[in-house]
C-alpha cells in the first residue's frame, strides 16, 4: 500500500493553449482538483511553492481553502523555500491550516532551488550574517520553526496583558497538537537527507537530486538517499517511522489525448545538468506508456520502492478535467498491478 497524491506547481500563462490563464484559474483550480482528487480515491494534494513567478506562491490561503473544501486527503506543500520565511509568523499560518484541515497538513520545506531572480529573498528583507551562505539561512530558520512547533512556551508574558494568560511563558498560538511530526524535508543530496533525520524531519526526494552516484541512474542515487535517510534516522533513535515521498511524472496512456499530450514521451531517459554554477543534478525521467508497459517500468524503480509516499506531478495547465483523469488512470490502471493498492 503506497500513499498516491498529485503535486501541482500551479503554472498559469495567457496563451492559447493554457486552461490556466491567470493567478484566480491557478488557485480555484488547485483547490477544485484537490476535490477532485479526493473523489478518486487519492491520497494527497501537495502544491510547489516558487515566488517571482507565475505560479503558486503563498501557500497558507491554499491550504486552508483546499482544507475546508476536503475531509480526507493530505494537503501540502513540496516545497517551501525557507530562505523566504519567518518561522515564527510560518508557524502561526501553519497552526491555522492544519487546525482548519482537522490535522491533515503535511508541510514540505526546504533550503529552496533557483528563482526567478537573483537573491529573491533580499527582497523581503533578508540576507545571511556574516559568515554564512542562503542554506545556513534556511536551515537555522528550519531549526526555529521546528522548536516552536514543540509548543513549549518561550515568550515572556506582559504583566498587564490585555487578555488573562495562562500561568508560565507563551508559545505562539494557534497552536496544533501533532504538527511537528508532518514536517518534511525537501533533500537534494545525501548529506541534507541525513540531515533532515537527525533532526525528526520526514523526507522529501523529488524528480532531481544531487549527482552523486557516479554515473548509477537516477532511480538508483535516490534509492540509495533514502536509505541514508533511514540509517540516520535508526542511529538518532527517534521513537516514530518516519515518512519518505518520492515525485514522479506518470502518464498512463488509455486514450487518443493521452498519447497526443505525452506518447512521444514514452522512452524518456534521466538527463543530466546544473542547477547551479557548482551542482550537478541528475533529473528523473517521463514515464508514459500503455498501462501494462508501465507497470513493468515502475516495477524496476528502486526508489519508489524504497518510498511510501509516490506524488504524481501534474500539467495543471491541462485543466481540472484532465488532470483529474490522469490521475485517476494511474489509481485504476497502474497502482492496484504493483500493489499500491
Known amino acids: 500500500m503506497k500513499n498516491i497524491g498529485f503535486l501541482s506547481f500551479g503554472h498559469w500563462s495567457d496563451t492559447p493553449h493554457s486552461r490556466t490563464r491567470t493567478a484566480s484559474d ?14 478518486a480515491g487519492a491520497d494527497g494534494a501537495y502544491f510547489r511553492v516558487h515566488h517571482f513567478a507565475r505560479q503558486l506562491g503563498s501557500p497558507f490561503p491554499l491550504l486552508a481553502a483546499v482544507g475546508a473544501r476536503t475531509s480526507r486527503i493530505e494537503i501540502g506543500t513540496a516545497v517551501i523555500d525557507m530562505r523566504y520565511e519567518n518561522p515564527m509568523y510560518m508557524a502561526e499560518d501553519a ?6 484541515s482537522g490535522g491533515r497538513l503535511q508541510l514540505g520545506i526546504s533550503r529552496g532551488s533557483p528563482e526567478q531572480v537573483i537573491d529573491g529573498w533580499r ?70 537527507a541525513v540531515w533532515a533525520a537527525q533532526l525528526g524531519m520526514n523526507l522529501m526526494s523529488s524528480t532531481l537530486k544531487t549527482d552523486e552516484g557516479g554515473g548509477a541512474p537516477f532511480h538508483m542515487q535516490q534509492a540509495a538517499q533514502i ?6 534516522w535508526s542511529e538518532a533513535g527517534w521513537e516514530r517511522e518516519p515518512r ?28 543530466i545538468g546544473y542547477i547551479d554554477a557548482d551542482t550537478r543534478a541528475i533529473f528523473g525521467r517521463t ?55
Not at 127 to 138: H, L, R, S, T, Y
Not at 227 to 232: I, K, L, T
Open 123 to 192: 527582497y523581503f528583507g533578508y540576507q545571511p550574517v556574516d559568515g554564512e551562505n542562503d542554506a545556513d539561512m534556511a536551515r537555522k530558520r528550519t531549526e526555529v520553526l521546528l522548536k516552536v512547533l514543540d509548543g513549549e512556551g518561550f515568550a515572556q508574558p506582559n504583566p498587564r496583558p490585555m487578555f488573562a494568560n495562562p500561568p508560565g511563558l507563551l508559545r505562539l498560538e494557534p497552536y496544533s497538537e501533532g504538527l511537528r511530526e508532518r514536517i518534511w524535508w525537501g533533500a537534494s543530496s545525501n548529506g541534507t
Open 227 to 232: 536509505r541514508a535517510f533511514r540509517e540516520a
Open 26 to 39: 491557478a488557485l480555484l483550480q488547485a483547490i477544485d482538483l484537490a476535490v477532485a482528487a479526493e473523489e
Open 287 to 341: 514515464y508514459a506508456a500503455e498501462p501494462e508497459k508501465l507497470v513493468k517500468q515502475l516495477a524496476e524503480d528502486e526508489a519508489i520502492a524504497e518510498a511510501d509516499t509516490l506524488l504524481l506531478t501534474v500539467p495543471n495547465q491541462l485543466g481540472v478535467d484532465y488532470n483529474a483523469h490522469v490521475i485517476q488512470s494511474i489509481l485504476t490502471h497502474v497502482a492496484p498491478a504493483l500493489g499500491w493498492r
Open 244 to 271: 519518505v515521498s518520492v515525485s514522479r511524472s506518470i502518464f498512463a496512456l488509455t486514450n487518443d489525448t493521452d498519447r497526443a499530450y505525452f506518447g512521444r514521451d514514452g522512452e524518456g531517459t534521466d538527463q
Open 95 to 100: 497552526g491555522a491550516a492544519d487546525l482548519i
